[in-house]
């Protein structure tokens, strides 16, 4: 047997989750004992994950050479390259009734998601080493937390997605009410979930509704021909009949067309994609934090204990943007067409009003939160450019703003957790005490504004890009009025966003780290434990690796983003 | 049709089992030396979780059959449901032993089996005489234990509303039901159905009242709105075990019974007047549905005793499977078995809550939400099992009530009614802030008595355990095996149904 035949995605979820269930039987005393089981967990989780990430990467020139050569006249080219591309794959009945089953794989897009949990999971365990309050139920509902995230990047089956999604809910939900910042934790974490949830739920309603129009869809002629034709193409298992959750019979219903005919609810001008993709895309991006449903997200992070703060923003978000591509974009795919051209207006606000608004803080994980709102616009933008360039950058802005933000918290923790302060006028002359937090918040602000050489810009640069292509092909209308070249706005006001971001990391970075040391204030403050280096290693050094040489990742998520695109070219 | 014994003797074998039992837990009461009468409560508890074996040994043909004259039905819906308010039964006479004043109680063991046998005959039920009976078999040994504690003014109060409000709308019930008797000229379901449909000369309105006054009935049985008003009363001052039962088994009973009564007497298809009557109750159990659940979850919101939230939650439970009875005429089988595994997994759901809360308030003398503060350092694992319930009264995975929910929300959206699955979810939103207060207390909040631990007697641990594990395994891995089950129920009921009309 070699490492290959061990289910290695299950083990990914379930390693962290069967951590959780022996640290709650371990004695709550026992606390470096607690802690050894978490760390060896997350680490073996990473170590899994970067196995995955690495064979799929080795894997990646015969992917794309094979989407390439694809054939065009096929009537499910999108669907195939998609199924192509899950490596990994495992598969078992759940509840075959409603055509759910347990199937995981990684794909180009889910493969650096993994191993960014990998990497944040592994330095939240770190950073929270000297939790010393009732250290035990805060590393097993951790543990259950990383495992709930992991298993939403791996279902490649919309209930399954929900299942994890809704499972990572409730240990962050008391992570943050019972270890969080005093003064704002209980407010802050019911806020979240309540959020999160709504719109979770909501999304959940419309994929029943999608999986109900699937089926009448595979009962016509045509889809039963077409699902007959999948089955012999090998795509799906010989059982599968209509009622399915499976994405790839899904994405197999919308490239058929199933969403996009008119006549939904007996209107004629409305179609099923057209109704339900704003549910859907808006109610998965909640969690990403696209603007208006941004407002848990500052507080929450504000509120909630380092580690939480770092998977929360570094992960969580990226998450909820991730089920939005998946459940949104590539099963809705003329919904997309319909709705992304004026959802991109409030991805602009997110980036420009997150960068002000962080700018205006005094405190200075507020900024950070606030700077992640304005980020994570930049990947829904990514989203509403639907081409090839702009979509492989919002997956690689998920990654790099995963990896950059949790680095970000951690500095803000490492300060806080000495200073026992966050509010910046009175910080200042840091960089003496603490070198190493000064230099990798350096290297997180540098990635941030989109420095060259560093990760943000491979990020961001494709999704300016993207947008710049976008504009002469898409339109908007408006009563009558069609708007052209409106995404070249957008991205001139974006680039303007950016330089936002440059003024308020230059400003933190000069009033916490330089400036005048308060040695009456702060004399007891030393320097950060070999822990805490390990931590900013492990999320710093990816920043600049993918920065200097990105055919690390961009080719793998470009694999990942063609099928999407391939079904939004289909979708019309 | 001839009749033959043997065979009709095996579809009531719990029914039997229970008669046995009950007067074998008479003769310990005399019996046993009083120090010792906690064997009665362990008798009838292994009694009945036995009996939930005879339902399956004698299993229903497929499609089922109708015995004893047309009064039972020996379907695979009978049987999903016997097993349930048996198991019911069990963990409620289980639950007991852990109360002091109860335990020893031979009586209270007796009534309680009364009740499940009530209970099992009123799932079966095929016959407005034979419903009325068991409605009344299952209700009259409530109304007393409801009243158990004869000495404490709360229990005697909640008895007294439980028992006002049941005569009052059994009587309304039985009105109706007579009125449709004299409508058609049958009693069994099947045929008060082939006589509407034969429709000679009936009037619209008559039907229609016939049909609400039997509903408010039911109302009352289920607590939906605007018939809930005794349940906080009855939830808070009936001893706890007793809340449990009425909250479980008596609530799934008379929801089978709605099952079979709405499917078989107004099925589709029967015009009155040219107006199709199926419509009336999918409308009226629809409004009913959305009212119920926003209703019980707003109110749920504001109340500080832990006994009045869940009976404000129970309220709104049983707003949510009315949503699958909604759904019952357009999506039949899948909407029926969403409401027996909603049902199935809320028996466990519910009886975990209702022990903590019996435990809980054996030490402390209180069921005020405020006084579960710091319950997770007094006790991890009782503060454990009730997160566990609380997450699974709110769907929230990997607990069976997540199953629940999305089944019961599948079958609503398959049959048309998503704006129902929408408010549905809203509420369910309603409904985990209100848990999540909870969940806060026992784990944020701190108190005065946070060193003072909580012991747990072996019984209770074991209650526990067992109901965790029942909860998390229906929310995993074995959610397909019940599932199936219950749609197996389903479908020889819809099927036997659509033979026979």
Known sequence: MTLLDIPLISAIIFTPLFAGVIILWIDGEKKDLIRGVAIS??????????????????QVDQIAAAQSSMDAESPFTATQMFADGLAFEERYSWLSTLGISYHVAIDGLSAPMVLLTGMVAVAGVLISWNIDERTREFMAFFMFLVAGVYGVFVAVDMFLLFFFYELAIFPMYILIATWGWVKLREYASMKLTLYILVGSVIALIGVIAMVIVADEFYRSEAGALLLQDAIEAGLLPATADGFSFDMVQLTLAAEGGAFRQFGYLGYETLSFARL???????????????????????????????????????VLMKLGAYAALRSGVQLLPSGAQTHLPWIVLLTIINVVYGALIAFRQRDFKYVIGFSSVSHMGLVSMGFATMN???????GLQMFSHGAMTALFFGCVGMVYDRAHTRDIPSLGGFVRKMPWVAVAFIVGGLTSMGMPGLSGFIAEFP????????????????????????????VIMAALGIVITAAYVLRVTGQVFFGEFNQARFHDVGDISVVDRAVLLLLGIPLIVLGMYPAIMAPMIETGVLPVISILAGGV | MSFSLWPSLATIAPEIGLTLLALILLFLEVYLPKERRVWIAYTSMVGMALLALTPLIWSPPVGGATAW?????????????KVMILLAGSLTSWMAIDSTRLSKQGEFHFIIVIATLGGCLLSATADVIMLFIALETTSIPLYILAAFHRNEARSIEGGMKYFLYGAFTSAIMLFGLSLLFGFTGDTSFIGI????????????ISILVCMIMILVGFGFKISAVPFHFWTPDVYEGAPTPVTAFVSVASKAASFALLLRFLAAVFPEGILIEGQEIQLFWVNLSAAAAAITMTFGNVVALVQRNMKRLIAYSSIAQAGYALMGVTAMAQSGESAVASVSFYLFMYTFTNLLVFAVVLRFAAVSGSDDIRAFAGLSRRSPKLALAMTIGLLSLAGIPPTAGFFGKFFLFTAAVDAG????????????????????????????????DDEVLIALPQPVSWLLGVSCVAILLLGTIAVEVIYDWTRLGASSFISALSAAL
């Open chain 2, 69 to 81: 004259g047309g009064m039972v039905r020996h379907d695979h819906l009978s049987q999903v449901f």
């Open chain 1, 276 to 314: 339900w993709f704003p549910l859907i895309f808006l109610g998965f991006a909640v969690l990403a934090g696209v603007f208006p449903f941004h407002n848990w997200s500052p507080d929450g992070h504000v509120a909630a204990p380092t580690a939480v703060s770092m998977i929360h923003a570094g």
């Open chain 1, 41 to 58: 967990a997350a680490v073996i989780a990473l170590v899994l994950s970067a196995f995955l990430y690495f064979s799929y990467n080795a």
């Open chain 2, 417 to 448: 009614y998503t704006w129902l699955a929408l408010l549905g979810v809203i509420n369910a939103i309603v409904a985990l802030y209100y848990y999540l207060v909870v969940v806060k207390v026992m784990y944020v909040d701190r108190s005065a």
């Open chain 1, 463 to 490: 999704i300016f890009q993207g947008m710049w292509q976008a504009s002469d092909v898409i339109s908007f209308q408006l009563g009558g009025v069609t708007i052209h070249n409106y995404y070249a706005i957008i």
């Open chain 2, 193 to 204: 159905a082939a006589a509407l449909s034969a429709n000679d000369g009936l009037n619209q």
């Open chain 1, 388 to 394: 090839v360039t702009g979509m492989s950058g919002a």
